[in-house]
């Protein structure tokens, strides 16, 4: 094991092939966020357990759970032990909590993503009996009508925007079926969706016009407290209802383990989650589809042709061009990755998007193929993999056949604009998140 001092830190961390230089890529240059790829191939390479010495503000900030050092881990091997080994590497972290007073650290209990075992274990259950692929199959045709009423002119001359179209409210949607959200709420929904974050409320007053607020944070606590009394409301009124839903079945599965177990404010929280993890990931997953079709249009003839070919499409961009591209954890105690010696209390940028396209584990790993065999982590890996995958999956192709159905063609009518980037968007600036906020494209019959 190499131990890291101050004097050895950069050689410490700089065992792989030899750099040109002592010092790393400057990896926070900002052209190095909106193609990542070259950057995490100099990591992997050279860096592969990188000291994060400069840790700008807002960069990774998801991943920043320990009081120690920060280091970015870009090889698919180490990230993948990481990911298995819980006991070493925590994913305890605080959430996004309701307004009111915070809890300390050692109070937070966590949402099931904030969780480690066994706590974690038994709140997965809960949501994950009610999200299960077998289950997707009653969802799927109430998926099927929404796409098809989403997509209704999207064959105008002009061509359509797909992100505001398509990629950005299928998804808001989708989460708020699942939720039981009733359709005249949406718009609240939606608007609480934003709220979660002051970045995404500013993005939501401007798309509005409403952006001339001096402070927007009492309206945004306000919003975001509306949404923690909608749901208190609807699980109260799940209880013994017969409904059997996400929530009906997150409140009995409460009601059971107890109060002191898993309090009503945790289960809300949890619904929190679902509406934060599922929204904005799949959307960029639908954008990121895209743009690579448009690149390719001879792929659009063959999915048209073999429609086996739609769910290869989905996984190879889930690889290629992953939309969550970091995860965070924590070294619970002192520990060893890839030969360098890490402290306890360290933070860990874990690269997934550089993971999948490490060419030790991938053949042609910068090429999109559809004849791969190893799997991708694009979802995670371990306790914590996603548990919005099927129906992510599920959205996606239900989209893909839709339109393939309809339209023998599609092409790109102008600039791709990364989500952050565009006027109405999702934010891709801390690096956590991959997309496109803007993407003009025209499809013909
Ligand atoms: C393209 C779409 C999606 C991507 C790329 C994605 C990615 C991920 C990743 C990487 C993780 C692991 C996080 C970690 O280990 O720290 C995760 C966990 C999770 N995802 Fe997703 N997700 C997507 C869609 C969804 C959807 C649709 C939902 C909700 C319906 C959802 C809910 C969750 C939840 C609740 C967890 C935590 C699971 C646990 O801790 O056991 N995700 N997701």
């Known amino acids: 094991m190499i131990a890291v001092t101050t004097a050895t830190r950069w050689k410490a961390v700089t ?8 010092s790393p890529p400057d990896i926070y240059e900002p052209s190095r966020g909106d193609d990542p790829y ?6 992997r390479a050279h860096f592969p357990i990188l000291l994060d010495t400069r840790r700008p503000e807002g960069m ?17 091997t180490d990230i993948h032990g990481i990911l298995r080994d819980h006991e070493n590497f925590s994913n305890q972290r605080r959430g996004t909590l309701p307004p009111g007073p915070q809890p300390s650290r050692e109070e ?21 009996s009610a999200l299960t692929p077998r289950s997707m199959l009653a969802l799927e045709p109430v998926i099927r009508r929404t796409v098809v009423a989403m997509i209704e002119g999207f064959d105008s001359a002009e061509g359509v925007d797909f992100a505001p179209r398509l990629a950005i409210p299928l998804p808001l949607w989708m989460i708020a079926y699942l939720l039981g959200v009733d359709d005249g709420e949406m718009e609240h929904f939606r608007k609480w969706s934003f709220a979660s974050d002051p970045q995404h409320w500013r993005i939501y007053n401007e798309s509005r016009g409403t952006a001339d607020s001096a402070d927007p944070e009492p309206e945004r606590t306000a919003a975001l407290a509306e949404f923690y009394e909608y749901f208190d409301a609807a699980v109260e009124a799940r209880l013994d209802s017969g409904v059997d839903d996400l929530v009906s079945r997150l409140a009995a599965g409460q009601q059971k383990v107890g109060e002191d177990a898993f ?55 889930m690889r290629w061009d992953s939309p969550v591209q970091s995860i965070g954890r924590r070294v619970v105690r002192d520990t060893e990755i890839g030969g360098v010696a890490i402290a306890a209390e360290s933070s860990l940028v874990l690269l997934l998007g550089s993971a999948n396209r490490d060419e030790r584990v991938f053949d042609r790993a910068n090429q999109f193929a559809l004849d791969r065999e190893a799997s991708h982590i694009g979802f995670g890996f371990g306790i914590h993999f996603c548990v919005g995958a099927p ?21 790109r009518t102008g600039e791709a604009k990364l989500a952050g980037t565009a006027p109405l968007g999702l934010l891709s600036e801390s690096r956590r998140l991959r997309g496109y906020g803007q993407l003009p494209l025209r499809f013909s019959a």
């Open 391 to 411: 129906v992510t999956r599920l959205e996606v192709a239900i989209v893909l056949n839709e339109l393939l159905d309809r339209y023998a063609t599609m092409e």
């Open 15 to 22: 065992m792989s092939a030899p750099y040109p230089s002592d």
């Open 38 to 43: 070259e950057t995490y191939r100099l990591l």
């Open 60 to 76: 990774y900030p998801h991943a920043q759970m320990g009081t120690g050092d920060r280091y970015l881990v870009s090889r698919f």
């Open 108 to 128: 937070w209990r966590g949402n099931l993503i904030g969780d480690d075992p066994p706590r974690h274990g038994m709140i997965r259950q809960m949501v994950g």
């Open 263 to 317: 309090t009503r404010q945790e289960l809300l929280q949890v619904i929190h989650l679902l509406l934060l993890g599922g929204n904005e990931t799949t959307a960029n997953l639908l954008t990121l589809v895209f743009n690579k079709l448009a690149d390719e249009p001879g792929l659009w003839t063959r999915m048209r042709g073999d429609r086996s070919l739609v769910d290869k499409v989905v996984e190879e961009t």
